[in-house]
T-cell receptor
Framework: TQLLEQSPQFLSIQEGENLTVYCNSS?????LQWYRQEPGEGPVLLVT?????EVKKLKRLTFQFGDARKDSSLHITAAQPGDTGLYLC???????????FGKGTKLTVNP | DTAVSQTPKYLVTQMGNDKSIKCEQN?????MYWYKQDSKKFLKIMFS???????INETVPNRFSPKSPDKAHLNLHINSLELGDSAVYFC??????????????FGPGTRLTVL
């Protein structure tokens, strides 16, 4: 059973469009991280959200943690080709000693 | 300057062989990890070391043995390689685990192909 479900699995859009990627679970997480991974490289942290209902913005990227801390979303405004990559959410369950990753959303932004 | 480095970048070998992957971090972090990313890009933790002490050992076959000579290094040795071991292996590091899950810094990965 996959603890963190990400959707969609693949997303191909045109430059300038908006998009939202979702990370859902039936479990409560004490914190949730979003990473972006480019081909041939390791994941790089974008943001960590820790409070239910929290919204964080990183330029054109907006991250939201669900009120119940079971889900999160990533919204990208006016996507650019440089946004292309694999977006991974990762959650920490309270008292756990490991970070659980979702399977990722592969985003392609076409010029 | 590379924060987390791994060698080799690519590793192609025959079934049954023994191989090692090396990892070094120059961030002064206390905790290091090994992750396996399969062909579907699913990233799963294998091991975690804190100050050279093993703290996480997921259900990984005994053929995989991590070794941490000091807190800046975490190497992964794999015995009797199998076809299913083909994947990209990532090393990562973070600050002291006991203070919560901070940012994990990943290495560039080692693509292992078992023929």
């Amino acid at each position: 059973t996959q603890l963190l479900e990400q959707s969609p699995q693949f997303l191909s859009i045109q430059e300038g469009e908006n998009l939202t990627v979702y990370c859902n679970s039936s479990s409560v997480f004490s914190s949730l991280q979003w990473y972006r991974q480019e081909p041939g490289e390791g994941p790089v942290l974008l943001v960590t959200v820790v409070t239910g209902g929290e919204v964080k913005k990183l330029k054109r990227l907006t991250f939201q943690f669900g009120d119940a801390r079971k889900d999160s979303s990533l919204h990208i405004t006016a996507a650019q080709p440089g946004d292309t990559g694999l977006y991974l959410c990762a959650g920490e369950k309270g008292g756990s000693e490991k970070l659980v990753f979702g399977k990722g959303t592969k985003l392609t932004v076409n010029p | 300057d590379t924060a987390v480095s791994q060698t080799p970048k690519y590793l192609v070998t025959q079934m049954g062989n023994d191989k090692s992957i090396k990892c070094e971090q120059n961030l002064g972090h206390d905790t290091m990890y090994w992750y396996k990313q399969d062909s579907k890009k699913f990233l799963k933790i294998m091991f975690s070391y804190n100050n050279k002490e093993l703290i996480i050992n997921e259900t990984v076959p005994n053929r995989f043995s991590p070794k941490s000579p000091d807190k800046a290094h975490l190497n992964l040795h794999i015995n009797s390689l199998e076809l299913g071991d083909s994947a990209v292996y990532f090393c990562a590091s973070s600050q002291d685990l006991t203070s919560g899950w901070g940012e994990q810094f990943f290495g560039p990965g080692t693509r292992l192909t078992v023929l």
